[in-house]
Antibody
Framework: QVQLQESGPGLVKPSETLSLTCTVSGGSVSSGSYFWTWIRQPPGKGLEWIGYIYNSGSTNYNPSLKSRVTISVDTSKNQFSLKLSSVTAADTAVYYC????????????WGRGTLVTVSS | EIVMTQSPATLSVSPGERATLSCRASQSVSSNFAWYQQKPGLAPRLLIYGASTRATGIPARFSGSGSGTEFTLTISSLQSEDFAVYYCQQYNNWPPWTFGQGTKVEIK
C-alpha cells in the first residue's frame, strides 16, 4: 500500500529556510488525482494546513503562510517537498505530509511526521 | 477563513460509556466535514468524512452526524484504545482548509 515518509533537518536556525521532503512508496506521486499536502502541528497544539501540490505542479497555500511557502514535486524521485523561509520559533512543529482522498480535501493517508525545531 | 470550534476541550468518560463530541463551523460547510483521532506521538487517523461516512476500517461504534455548521461525533461504547484527541476539519472552503483545536477524551 502507499506510504509516506518525511525527512529533513530536525533543527533550523531562525531566519533560515526549513526544507523537508516526503517520499512516496508503494505508489506514484504523479498518478491519480490527489492533493499531496503538508500539515503541521506545534507541540501540544492543533493542526494547521500548510498547502498542497497536485497535477504534477499546481499548488495552493494557506494565505497565512503563502509569502514564505513553496511546495514542489520531483516525479523522478517520487517525492514532494516543502520549503518555508524566514522561520521563527513559531514555526517549531511536527510537520506531516499527507494525501487526500482524491481531490476531496480530507486526509486518509499520513506520514509519521517529523519534528522541526527552530532555534539558534 | 472558516473557524472550527470544538467542545468540550476535555471529556472524561468511563470505559463502556457513550462519548459525544461537538464541532461548530463559523459558516456553513455543507457536509464537507471530517473527524480525526490522534494518539500521542502518532499522526492523525481519519475516522469520518462527508460528516457521516466511516473511513475504511473504522469500527461501527464511531458515528458522525450533522451538516451546515453543527456536527457531532459519537462513540457508542468507549474502548480503552479510544482515549485520544479528536479533531474536526472542514474542507468546503479553501484556502485554507481548517481544523478545530481538538477534544481530548480521557479516562474518568
Amino acid at each position: 500500500q502507499v506510504q509516506l515518509q518525511e525527512s529533513g533537518p530536525g533543527l533550523v536556525k531562525p531566519s533560515e529556510t526549513l526544507s523537508l521532503t516526503c517520499t512516496v512508496s508503494g505508489g506514484s506521486v504523479s498518478s491519480g488525482s490527489y492533493f499531496w499536502t503538508w500539515i503541521r502541528q506545534p507541540p501540544g497544539k492543533g493542526l494547521e494546513w500548510i498547502g498542497y501540490i497536485y497535477n504534477s505542479g499546481s499548488t495552493n497555500y494557506n494565505p497565512s503562510l503563502k509569502s514564505r511557502v513553496t511546495i514542489s514535486v520531483d516525479t523522478s524521485k517520487n517525492q514532494f517537498s516543502l520549503k518555508l523561509s524566514s522561520v521563527t520559533a513559531a514555526d517549531t512543529a511536527v510537520y506531516y505530509c499527507a494525501r487526500d482522498g482524491g481531490y476531496t480535501g480530507y486526509f486518509d493517508l499520513w506520514g509519521r511526521g517529523t519534528l522541526v525545531t527552530v532555534s539558534s | 477563513e472558516i473557524v472550527m470550534t470544538q467542545s468540550p476541550a476535555t471529556l472524561s468518560v468511563s470505559p463502556g460509556e457513550r462519548a459525544t463530541l461537538s464541532c461548530r463551523a463559523s459558516q456553513s460547510v455543507s457536509s464537507n466535514f471530517a473527524w480525526y483521532q490522534q494518539k500521542p506521538g502518532l499522526a492523525p487517523r481519519l475516522l469520518i468524512y462527508g460528516a457521516s461516512t466511516r473511513a475504511t476500517g473504522i469500527p461501527a461504534r464511531f458515528s458522525g452526524s450533522g451538516s451546515g455548521t453543527e456536527f457531532t461525533l459519537t462513540i457508542s461504547s468507549l474502548q480503552s484504545e479510544d482515549f485520544a484527541v479528536y479533531y474536526c476539519q472542514q474542507y468546503n472552503n479553501w484556502p485554507p482548509w481548517t481544523f478545530g483545536q481538538g477534544t481530548k477524551v480521557e479516562i474518568k
